[in-house]
């Protein structure tokens, strides 16, 4: 199984103003936005962080996921939430010859944690053997910054803060304060059954 994110979050989205109220930087006739490509990066790694640890997606974007077998015959759990739209499901043999599955074959059943892709009828089309399938589906809360739930964008915050706080620091900016753990805990997903049912 492999993710692969096809879109990356536009520049747009992200809360460089925000971050920078929040730091209380300070401004002057010099202040050209000097310093907002290294906010911009310090955001981005406080993001890719938190969702890494809560198996979301904050922000929308495209993301291909190639399996090689389904977990149940009728029904495949998505790698990340929330799921917004899956745009298409490829399947493809072992000389990577693709067959595009018609969408009244398959359904996305949305949830918080764990969304599905499950067949509209008794199962999921076969993958031959050495094929994969291809699924590309949108996941993130919403486009912009504003969609994402208000106690996870303060825990970006926090988390780019120490990133910005300890950038010249040569260790102890890997740990997650307990402040950022409490605010993205509710939002963890608790994996049952060693993942092998959704």
């Known amino acids: 199984m492999m993710l692969i994110e096809q879109t990356t979050v536009p520049a747009t989205a992200l809360p460089v103003q925000e971050f920078k109220d929040h730091l209380r930087l300070g401004t002057g006739f010099?202040?050209?936005?000097a310093q907002d490509a290294a906010l911009e990066s310090y955001l981005r790694a406080a993001i890719a962080a938190i969702e890494g640890r809560i198996g979301k997606a904050l922000i929308?974007?495209?993301y291909l996921w190639t399996v090689t077998h389904w977990r149940g015959d009728d029904e495949q759990a998505l790698?990340?939430?929330?799921?917004?739209?899956?745009?298409?499901?490829t399947v493809l043999d072992r000389d990577n010859i693709g067959a595009a599955i018609d969408p009244t074959r398959y359904r996305l059943?949305?949830?918080?944690?764990?969304?599905?892709?499950?067949?509209?009828?008794?199962?999921?089309?076969?993958?031959?053997?050495?094929?994969?399938?291809?699924?590309?589906?949108?996941?993130?809360f919403g486009p912009g910054w504003a969609d994402v739930p208000v106690d996870l964008r303060q825990a970006v915050l926090l988390l780019a803060a120490q990133y910005y706080e300890m950038r010249h620091e040569s260790a102890g900016a890997e740990a997650i304060p307990f402040g950022v753990m409490a605010l993205i805990e509710r939002w963890r997903t608790v994996r049952v059954l060693g993942g092998g049912a959704a």
Do not use: M, N, W, Y
């Not at 949305?110 to 996941?139: C, N, Y």
């Open 60 to 62: 929308s974007r495209d």
């Open 30 to 33: 010099a202040d050209l936005g």
């Open 109 to 140: 059943v949305q949830d918080t944690h764990r969304p599905k892709l499950v067949a509209a009828g008794s199962s999921l089309p076969a993958i031959p053997t050495g094929g994969l399938a291809e699924i590309v589906f949108i996941a993130g």
């Open 79 to 89: 790698p990340v939430a929330p799921v917004a739209a899956i745009l298409s499901l």
